[in-house]
Every structure is written in C-alpha cells, then in structure tokens.
Nanobody, 120 residues
C-alpha cells in the first residue's frame, strides 16, 4: 500500500503562483510514474502532468509552459509548480502514483486531493 498526501492548495489571484506537494509513503517501488490530475466542478478528472522514475515529463497542452512537475531528492515527493494561473485552473488537484512491483504487478494510488481556486 502507498499513501499519498497532497498539500499546497489555496486561493490565488489570476496570474499568481502556487506550488503543490505530494508526499508518498508505504511500499514505494523504484519503477513508478507520479502524476497530477485535476477535477473542476461538473467536469471529469483530467490529466495535468506526469514524471517517470527516470525523470521524463509530460504535460497537458493547456498547462505547458506554465506548470512544472518535479521530484524531490528522496524520490518519494513530487511537486507541481503552477505559474500564470488562470481562473480555469480552478479545480481539486489529485496526486497519482502508478507503480510496478519487482514482479511486475501494477498498482494505482490516489491522494485525497487539494483545492486550488484562482479568483480575484
């Protein structure tokens, strides 16, 4: 089991910045992908950004150039630096961990989410 705890959400004005953190604990395997998703009211959960265990990253088109995903030195923490925030970025942001055991068993974990509100 892996537990994911997000932090760093809050209220910010348009054009502002926030940094989200996700701390993973438990049975953490070396092969994993950690990602951020978000869900706005009345909408489905959508992909935001991902970082692999080798450091490769990928972003949704509407956050490219504004958001940056990174890992902490201990590799069990992932960050999402969000700059130039827009009202349409308002959502609950969820941390996700997709991981494979040494026996290649797949696990998929979610955090509880953190609210990000962009409003003047």
């Amino acid at each position: 089991q892996v537990q994911l705890v997000e932090s760093g959400g809050g209220l910010v004005q348009p054009g502002g910045s926030l940094r989200l953190s996700c701390a993973a604990s438990g049975s953490i395997f070396s092969r994993n992908e950690m990602a951020w998703y978000r869900q706005a009211p009345g909408k489905e959960r959508e992909f935001v950004a991902v970082i692999t265990s080798s450091g490769n990253t990928n972003y949704a088109d509407d956050v490219k150039g504004r958001f940056t995903i990174s890992r902490g030195n201990a590799k069990n923490t992932v960050y999402l630096q969000m700059n130039s925030l827009k009202p349409e970025d308002t959502a609950i942001y969820y941390c996700n961990d997709k991981t494979w055991s040494p026996g290649n068993v797949f696990y998929n974990y979610w955090g509880q989410g953190t609210q990000v509100t962009v409003s003047s």
